[in-house]
């Protein structure tokens, strides 16, 4: 049984960081690649950032790059999110999955196989 686990959220104030960790197991964790993915009140949920099964490459959203950094630790079965320069708007549950490999670099949700339960970060201005 595949489980992705989101923690780290919580409420913090405009210009805080957090970083969030997504703990994987019942999968080949490398062979996965990792995303996370944002959902806010009222709207869709939306890609955040991406990262193949290696580390070695990864891709974010345009209106989040520089603030967000995505990495993995393939020995602990773990991906991250650090999130830097929160503002209120960054507000949404976030949510870890992941995708097959061969599907590279995804921001799409579809190609997305596994999900985690989400997480709530909340950023007060």
């Known amino acids: 049984q595949v489980q992705l686990i989101e923690s780290g959220g919580g409420l913090v104030q405009a210009g805080d960081s957090l970083r969030l960790s997504c703990a994987a197991s019942?999968?080949?964790?490398?062979?996965?690649?990792m995303g996370w993915f944002r959902q806010a009140p009222g709207k869709e949920r939306e890609f955040v950032a991406t990262?193949?099964?290696?580390?070695?490459?990864?891709a974010y959203a345009e209106s989040l790059r520089g603030r967000f950094t995505i990495s993995r630790d393939n020995a602990k079965n773990m991906a991250y999110l650090q999130m830097n320069s929160l503002k209120a708007e960054d507000t949404a549950v976030y949510y870890c999955?992941?995708?097959?490999?061969?599907?590279?670099?995804?921001?799409?949700?579809?190609?997305?196989?596994?999900w985690g339960q989400g997480i709530q970060v909340t950023v007060s201005s």
């Open positions: 019942g999968l080949t964790f490398s062979n996965y690649a």
């Open positions: 999955a992941a995708a097959p490999a061969r599907v590279g670099d995804s921001i799409s949700s579809t190609l997305y196989q596994y």
């Open positions: 990262i193949r099964w290696s580390g070695a490459r990864t």
